[in-house]
């Protein structure tokens, strides 16, 4: 198998799911995964108050980011306010695509300056919902986030002014070529969930890198069009997926 993995954590703010960090966090350790750690700036959210806030957690951060993970911006204060479906074309709502290119910048701003404040270099973004348009994009590249964390294709390519290192999958599963990011909401994780997360560390590690381990063993060209069209399938699989889970 010449497949490699990424493993992504979204909704990492103050008030996540600690309990479940607690054994999470040893297992990636112990395997020598550097995952990507997509942190809210300043979480509004009450879906992602599930647990006492913590106040070593800009601490944490920054250690994890010394010890060589990647932090992500994943949003500003991950509150959804349009019902447009953006760039991805996952979900059809959105903290940032469709509003006015003023406020996006502002939103952004003020995401950057609370990683700024706290000592923390953005690596990459991370959208919530996966929503974000082209003036975000062209925002974020602007303010030197080259790197997306998103997108439907088998390698990381150059798209729109950033790298697009791609994000197709929720659990592990035996690919045999390709970059594969797997993106975790660990806030949901029951005892089964932690004890699969374990054991899926523990068979697929060999496989697992980093992020810029991930960019550096590819010439990042421009999406082209089998890039694009891989994409649509994916997504269409994935709609058909829903609407089958849904029935």
């Given at each position: 198998m010449s497949a490699r993995y990424l493993v992504r954590f979204d909704d990492i703010c103050p008030t996540m799911n600690w309990?479940?960090?607690?054994?999470?966090?040893?297992?990636?350790?112990?395997?020598?995964?550097?995952?990507?750690?997509?942190?809210?700036?300043?979480?509004?959210?009450?879906?992602?108050?599930?647990?006492?806030?913590?106040?070593?957690?800009?601490?944490?951060?920054?250690?994890?980011?010394?010890?060589?993970?990647?932090?992500?911006?994943?949003?500003?204060?991950?509150?959804?306010?349009?019902?447009?479906?953006?760039?991805?074309?996952?979900?059809?709502?959105?903290?940032?695509?469709?509003?006015?290119?003023?406020?996006?910048?502002?939103?952004?701003?003020?995401?950057?300056?609370?990683?700024?404040?706290?000592?923390?270099?953005?690596?990459?973004?991370?959208?919530?919902?996966?929503?974000?348009?082209?003036?975000?994009?062209?925002?974020?590249?602007?303010?030197?986030?080259?790197v997306v964390s998103d997108g439907f294709y088998t390698r990381p390519v150059q798209h729109m002014g950033a790298v697009w290192v791609p994000q197709q999958l929720w659990r592990f599963r035996p690919m045999w070529r390709g970059l594969w990011t797997v993106c975790f909401h660990h806030n949901a994780f029951d005892r089964a969930a932690v004890e699969r997360f374990a054991a899926d560390i523990a068979n697929y590690a060999v496989h697992i890198v980093d992020l810029p381990a991930a960019i550096a063993s590819h010439a990042v060209v421009q999406r082209g069009a089998a890039d694009a069209a891989f994409a649509s399938a994916w997504m269409a699989a994935l709609w058909l997926k829903r609407l089958g889970a849904a029935g």
């Open positions: 309990q479940v960090w607690e054994q999470l966090e040893p297992v990636l350790q112990a395997h020598g995964v550097k995952p990507v750690m997509a942190v809210v700036p300043d979480n509004r959210d009450p879906h992602l108050d599930v647990d006492v806030p913590r106040t070593d957690f800009w601490t944490r951060v920054r250690r994890w980011q010394a010890a060589g993970w990647t932090i992500a911006l994943h949003g500003h204060q991950h509150l959804y306010a349009t019902r447009e479906a953006g760039l991805v074309g996952i979900n059809r709502f959105s903290e940032f695509a469709g509003l006015a290119e003023d406020r996006q910048r502002e939103k952004l701003q003020l995401a950057l300056a609370v990683f700024e404040r706290e000592g923390v270099r953005v690596d990459a973004w991370v959208a919530p919902a996966h929503s974000f348009d082209a003036v975000t994009l062209r925002l974020l590249v602007q303010a030197g986030v080259r």
